[in-house]
């Protein structure tokens, strides 16, 4: 039997970009999950009751255990993750970079979702375009700061981290839901790690869609 | 002089939650800080000269690094602080449980943002009521598995932690925002906690309104 003693499940569809984090995170440290995949709007109901505060990505331990919030999730995964298989360094300098670029491009996602959810998730007449306005000049704000910080090492040949790998799954979302603001060579630098990451085994194994 | 070394400043009004649990933590860890007290929507213009993601918190450190996420600033307080000081257990399972309650308590507080956002922050007929109760539930089952942990150690004189913090922050925010939904005995282990948390010094010197 090759399988894992230990079978995580990973609740959550990965057209959430905080599920796919998690869950391409997990392929590269080798952890074996089930994917349980509910929407949290189309699957309310059953949802609610394997996960009752109904937020994704939920993962749930071999003891029942129910752990949420994708950073303390993987926080969780490094700290029990094989001796090179942490994706965040475990202090200094390092970590804060790393974490730092995570925030990035994690307010880029965060307000990528909020306009969906303003524009998309209630009645055209609900939609208060100012908000939409402060939030699309956010996400942009939070892209091109992404851009303008060095170039991954990951391109020379350094192991992957969780900055290369919420930064990828940042801009397929945000391109995802908001292709026109997105054109290609909007954000080059980022585009050129996004396509070097889309490309490993990991990511493709987890599709977006 | 009796100034530290280090004046780091924290940027962000007390009444956001998310500023004022870093806030409470500096001070319980005895890191000195300047604080700028602008408003990410009153002092707009202001902000975002110092902090061009207009994000709050913001910390700036005395090499003029500006870190953001409430969560990474506080693992980075964490990171340097002086021995004892952790307000996270680094590593284990303790690790896991205090970073799960933060998690808890700060779905709590999202929630709340998110129903002040759609009530407060756009017009009333922009309001989209099937959303706020949506928020309204998710808001109530946070705080209610909140409820249901075990009673917090620090009352029983153990070293207070970061779920202490961010609970009572979460609390004191959501009741000060949606009055009506949090009368007084509707979470009493939760209101017992707070009102231990409420009356240590850096929780008074950090008043949120």
Request: charged share 25%.
């Amino acid at each position: 039997m090759n399988e894992r003693k230990i079978p995580m499940q990973l609740i959550g569809l990965f057209d959430s970009p905080y599920v796919r984090r998690v869950a391409v995170s997990m392929r590269l440290q080798g952890f074996g999950f089930e994917h349980v995949a509910l929407s949290v709007f189309r699957n309310q109901d059953e949802m609610r009751k394997l996960n009752p505060l109904v937020k994704v990505p939920m993962l749930v331990l071999d003891n029942g255990e129910k752990l949420i919030e994708s950073s303390f999730i993987l926080d969780y995964l490094d700290d029990i993750a094989s001796a090179g298989k942490r994706l965040v360094p475990a202090s200094g300098e390092e970590r804060r970079r790393v974490l730092q670029q995570c925030a990035i491009a994690l307010i880029g996602t965060e307000k990528a979702v909020q306009i969906l959810y303003d524009t998309k998730l209630r009645p055209a007449e609900k939609t208060h375009a100012p908000w939409v306005e402060r939030c699309k000049q956010q996400m942009h704000d939070a892209f091109g700061l992404m851009e303008t910080q060095p170039a991954s090492p990951v391109l020379s040949g350094a192991p992957i981290t969780q900055a290369d790998i919420t930064s990828t799954v940042a801009l397929a979302f945000a391109k995802y839901v908001h292709p026109a603001e997105f054109p290609a060579g909007c954000y080059p630098r980022l585009e050129q790690l996004s396509a070097f990451c889309e490309g490993l085994p990991a990511f493709i194994e987890t599709p977006m869609e």
